[in-house]
Every structure is written in C-alpha cells, then in structure tokens.
C-alpha cells in the first residue's frame, strides 16, 4: 500500500508538469533492487543529495541560460 502511495504521488507530480527524482540511493540498495526487479519507469535516481542538486542546477541552466 505505501509503495503504491508513492507512484501515486509520483504520477501526480508528473500531471503538473513537474519531474521527480529519487535520491540517498547507496550502492547496496540499487543492488538489490535491480535484483528484485524493481522498475522506476521514467524516475530517475541519485546516488545523495548533493548529485540530485547538480543535476537540477544544470537542468536549470539548461532551460533559462
């Protein structure tokens, strides 16, 4: 039920127009995930904080220069 929240949440980010990501994944984590074949559709991950703040950043200069 809580993993079923979240995609919900997911989704109804994405209708208005915004993008999630997933971050504080360790390497043990995105292991056993894949190994339970987990799929994250379009979410993108990072591995902490600090990568998923670079990311937007460049995201931004991207869009508005």
Excluded at 17 to 31: D, F, I, M, N, Y
């Amino acid at each position: 039920v809580l993993k079923e929240t979240r995609w919900n949440r997911v989704r109804a980010a994405k209708l208005l127009g915004t993008e999630t990501a997933l971050v504080g994944v360790s390497p043990a984590v995105a292991k056993t995930m894949v190994e339970l074949g987990v799929d994250f559709g379009e979410l993108v991950t990072y591995a902490d904080l600090r990568a998923g703040l670079r990311a937007v950043a460049k995201m931004i200069r991207k869009r508005f220069g």
